[in-house]
């Protein structure tokens, strides 16, 4: 298989190369970075699919598992579904590609073309799913389906973003409002929640609008873990007239790697900067305390300053925890 794709791969690069230069066939050395770079765009492809899948997955297991089967509802373009469905009996899988698209067709326009078209085929996707596969009713309690309603279809939006598209457009809208009217992201969809958990309590009941926040907020929490992942990360930036020493410790005790660059300390008795070298180095939240006090044992009055980092690539941390 893995040969048939490396055939199949080369067959493109040499039909790009061919259109681009007629006179003469294309030679390997002029192959081979095409084919490379056809190689890493196809296996974020298969990986971006595969997000999108278990998310689709996920969305229909807590739509119809849980929230479909009770009459409850959840906040976004989902939400917003699932209460028109309430009112109009219109199947949701048609609802939820109606109530998408709008959003969509302005995140081609905000974001690109290429996540619209993504998006609409994870909608669709989901859709379908909902439509044609049959999710066992799991739980009638209603402090069950809101929690794990809202934790599977946040599971779901999830793993779709980290795909590189949504399953529910008011991630997009938010955006698009924000920049408008200088307001964050979190501003805009807890207003779009408000409004629509108003109209949930005004045409169902206040109670179910009450579970209905409650699977909201167990959905956000999920999204938030699938797309932070379960370490978080901390940069720290270390300023030390024992610069040597902690760098000989990051790298051959903690077994880690360290950026240094070279700054100047603006205060200083004797007048004007001194120059010294700073140390930058990421390591997670669980291993912080052990590093901390690695650098205390070296200098108790170095000035480090701590940032979280939301994701890496690459590098040594994922690889080798410290010793």
């Given at each position: 298989?893995?040969?048939?794709?490396?055939?199949?791969?080369?067959?493109?690069?040499?039909?790009?190369?061919?259109?681009?230069?007629?006179?003469?066939?294309?030679?390997?050395?002029k192959?081979?970075?095409?084919?490379?770079?056809?190689?890493?765009?196809?296996?974020?492809?298969?990986?971006?699919?595969l997000?999108?899948?278990?998310?689709?997955?996920?969305?229909?297991?807590g739509?119809?598992?849980?929230l479909?089967p009770?009459?409850?509802?959840?906040?976004?373009?989902?939400?917003?579904?699932?209460?028109?469905?309430?009112?109009?009996?219109i199947?949701l899988?048609?609802?939820?590609?109606?109530v998408?698209?709008?959003?969509?067709?302005?995140?081609?326009?905000?974001?690109?073309?290429?996540?619209?078209?993504?998006?609409?085929?994870?909608?669709?996707?989901?859709a379908?799913?909902?439509h044609?596969?049959?999710?066992?009713?799991?739980?009638?309690?209603k402090?069950?389906?809101?929690?794990?309603?809202?934790?599977?279809?946040?599971?779901?939006?999830?793993?779709?973003?980290?795909?590189?598209s949504?399953?529910?457009?008011?991630?997009?809208?938010?955006?698009?409002?924000?920049?408008?009217?200088?307001?964050?992201?979190?501003d805009?969809?807890?207003?779009?929640?408000?409004?629509?958990?108003?109209?949930?309590?005004?045409?169902?009941?206040?109670?179910?609008?009450?579970?209905?926040?409650?699977?909201?907020?167990?959905?956000?929490?999920?999204?938030?873990?699938?797309?932070?992942?379960?370490?978080?990360?901390?940069?720290?930036?270390?300023?030390?007239?024992?610069h040597?020493?902690?760098?000989?410790?990051?790298?051959?005790?903690?077994?880690?790697?360290?950026?240094?660059?070279?700054?100047?300390?603006?205060?200083?008795?004797?007048?004007?900067?001194?120059?010294?070298?700073?140390?930058?180095?990421?390591?997670?939240?669980?291993?912080l305390?052990k590093?901390?006090?690695?650098?205390?044992?070296?200098?108790?009055?170095?000035?480090?300053?701590?940032?979280?980092?939301?994701?890496?690539?690459?590098?040594?941390?994922?690889?080798?925890?410290?010793?």
């Open positions: 298989m893995k040969a048939l794709v490396s055939k199949l791969l080369v067959l493109i690069a040499r039909k790009k190369l061919e259109t681009n230069e007629t006179i003469a066939p294309a030679s390997l050395k192959v081979v970075p095409i084919v490379r770079t056809l190689q890493v765009e196809l296996k974020h492809a298969v990986k971006e699919f997000f999108i899948a278990i998310g689709v997955i996920s969305a229909g297991f739509l119809k598992g849980f479909l009770n009459r409850f509802i959840d906040g976004g373009a989902t939400g917003i579904s699932l209460l028109l469905q309430n009112l109009t009996h199947p899988s048609y609802l939820l590609i109606i998408n698209l709008p959003f969509l067709i302005l995140g081609a326009k905000t974001f690109n073309l290429k996540f619209a078209l993504k998006s609409i085929l994870a909608i669709t996707f989901l379908f799913v909902v044609y596969v049959d999710y066992p009713t799991i739980t009638d309690d402090l069950l389906i809101s929690v794990f309603g809202g934790f599977f279809l946040g599971l779901g939006i999830g793993m779709a973003m980290r795909g590189g949504v399953i529910d457009g008011t991630e997009v809208l938010a955006l698009f409002i924000g920049r408008k009217l200088s307001m964050t992201i979190g805009v969809l807890l207003l779009i929640n408000i409004i629509i958990f108003s109209f949930g309590a005004y045409i169902l009941s206040i109670e179910t609008a009450l579970y209905a926040i409650l699977t909201y907020m167990s959905a956000a929490k999920t999204v938030d873990f699938v797309i932070d992942g379960v370490e978080e990360y901390i940069g720290v930036t270390i300023v030390s007239e024992k040597e020493e902690i760098r000989i410790m990051v790298t051959e005790k903690l077994r880690r790697a360290c950026t240094i660059y070279t700054g100047k300390g603006g205060y200083n008795q004797e007048g004007g900067a001194q120059e010294k070298d700073i140390i930058y180095t990421v390591v997670t939240r669980l291993e305390a590093f901390e006090t690695e650098i205390d044992k070296i200098d108790k009055n170095a000035f480090i300053i701590m940032g979280l980092v939301k994701d890496l690539k690459g590098g040594m941390i994922k690889r080798k925890p410290l010793k």
